[in-house]
């Protein structure tokens, strides 16, 4: 299977795959978040505030489309207590957040109407199906294709010519979207921007998944979107239906704007850490079995995403602290994923430790529908650079490597410039 | 998979999903996907996977 990549290095990319940028553009901070919740460990699990005041921020989140209080919520206990209780805590606060933008979709729905609308996509994104179709259909060869570019030298930015390209580009493949038209639709579902740009841009979006959709719906290929067109969702009574045209594009515009920014980035994070800890970029580069655990380790030490809302359904009492009906909750996972009591030394990286569970990629009812293939694209990415990329280490001539992004949303390296060994 | 209860064992044990915090309770079982109340995590069919994000078996550990 030939794939075609999209060479980012070579293409006006405006403002896209800029961490710093995409943060600008929507008029968010970029500090560092960790140094900020470093004094939030020694306090209560659960506080009222927004957690930007606590950080002593400016906000990101705009929680003033509510009328209710404001609290943050911090251990992992508590965190773990409010992502499993999704009739409590739950996704209504994304109908401000996603649902002007891309519609009703899996992120501001809940309880029986989310759980029929994921089931319709929850077979394509299991990892027995991410290794076996994702995996050999795509990724494989996406990665083949872009470190073949990336051994034609002994330098490359590594964010621009590995990190952004490769999700994009397999996603874009496995919906069936033309590689000539992968990044021209990316950038027209960037959500940040004028209005009158993020409409334009939907609008574009929005015509060419029409066109694919009525093409596959007459002619199925082995892609998303004929398996979105031709799917069935259960209704409320158990009878079945076949999704919309809407409902269908709705759900593509979610998944292939997530499933490009979030591993474009939690890779950068990856490989940027990994560089940072040579010693243990060897034991990785040495021994692959321990892919799956430093990857786990990875996501838990930095995630790409800071916090994230729950809107309170009801009346609660989480440790101790109660919260009215109608409150939006930050559910942080800076401070869960570094809780002093679940880890040992959890600020530093340390891919040996047992692989245990996090909220990187949220948890419960709405844990991230692409998280497996995020993992397994990353699994294959990693592997093609310790394979094709010998010496490698950071490039002594170029800007070093900065994490950027918002403070609690899409963080990402802005550059990863490396210096290497091509091997072919 | 039958909806009946499976033999009770001794103990019924929890098995928690590495990825999203989901646990299966062999004592309630999952129902809706097929699998009986009282089925121990031994005897869920291998192609049974999570409920909330679709890890497989192997991505479960006893809690």
Redesign the interface.
């Known amino acids: 299977m030939t794939s075609s990549t999209v060479d980012l290095a070579k293409k006006d990319r405006g403002t896209l795959f800029n961490p710093d940028d995409e943060a600008k553009a929507a008029g968010w901070g970029t500090l560092d978040p960790y140094p900020l919740l470093e004094k939030l460990h020694d306090g209560p699990p659960v506080v009222k505030g927004a957690l930007e005041d606590l950080m002593g921020i400016p906000r990101q989140y705009n929680t003033d489309h509510w009328d209710g209080e404001v609290y943050s919520i911090l251990s992992f206990e508590a965190v773990?207590k409010a992502?499993?209780d999704a009739e409590t805590f739950s996704n209504r606060v994304y109908e401000k957040l996603s649902k002007p933008a891309l519609g009703d979709t899996l992120l501001n729905l809940d309880g029986g109407e989310h759980k029929r609308l994921r089931n319709v996509s929850?077979?394509w994104?299991?990892?027995?199906f991410t290794d076996g179709w994702w995996t050999e259909m795509w990724t494989v060869a996406a990665v083949k294709e872009i470190f073949d570019r990336i051994t034609e030298k002994d330098h490359a930015d590594l964010n621009l010519e590995l990190c952004a390209p490769l999700p994009m580009s397999v996603v874009s493949a496995g919906f069936g979207i033309p590689s000539a038209e992968a990044l021209e639709f990316r950038k027209a579902l960037l959500l940040h921007g004028a209005p009158e740009e993020m409409a334009k841009g939907h609008a574009f979006a929005a015509e060419m998944l029409t066109r694919l959709m009525e093409e596959r719906r007459v002619s199925p290929k082995d892609d998303l979107i004929s398996r979105f067109v031709h799917a069935d969702i259960e209704n409320g009574d158990g009878t079945l239906r076949k999704l919309t045209n809407e409902e269908a594009m709705r759900y593509c515009f979610l998944i292939i704007h997530a499933g490009g920014g979030t591993t474009w980035r939690q890779m950068g994070i990856t490989i940027m850490a990994l560089l940072n800890h040579p010693e243990q970029m060897e034991i990785l580069r040495k021994d692959r079995s321990l892919m799956r655990q430093a990857l786990?380790e990875v996501t838990r030490w930095y995630p790409t995403d800071t916090a994230f809302l729950r809107y309170v359904e009801k009346d609660t009492v989480l440790e101790g602290v109660e919260m009215k009906a109608g409150s939006v909750a930050y559910l942080c996972l800076g401070t869960a994923n570094r809780d002093r009591k679940q880890w040992e030394d959890p600020d530093s990286l340390n891919i040996l430790r047992a692989?245990?569970?996090h909220f990187a990629?949220?948890?419960?009812?709405h844990?991230?529908?692409g998280?497996?293939l995020s993992r397994q694209e990353m699994e294959v990415a990693l592997g093609a650079m310790f394979d094709r990329l010998g010496d490698l280490h950071w490039d002594p001539d170029a800007p070093p490597a900065v994490l950027g992004g918002g403070t609690l949303i899409g963080r990402g390296p802005v550059s990863l410039n490396v210096r290497y060994t091509p091997l072919h | 998979m039958s909806e009946e209860p499976a033999e009770k064992p001794a103990q019924y044990r929890e098995y928690a999903c590495l990825y999203c915090g989901y646990i299966y309770e062999e004592a309630a079982g999952d129902p809706e996907n097929g699998i009986a109340p009282g089925t121990s995590w031994e005897d869920i069919p291998e192609d049974w996977c999570c409920p909330h994000c679709s890890a497989d078996k192997d991505g479960f550990e006893q809690a």
Do not use: I, W
């Open positions: 773990n992502f499993m929850k077979p994104f299991k990892p027995s786990q692989p245990k569970r990629f949220g948890a419960g009812a844990a991230c529908l998280q497996h």
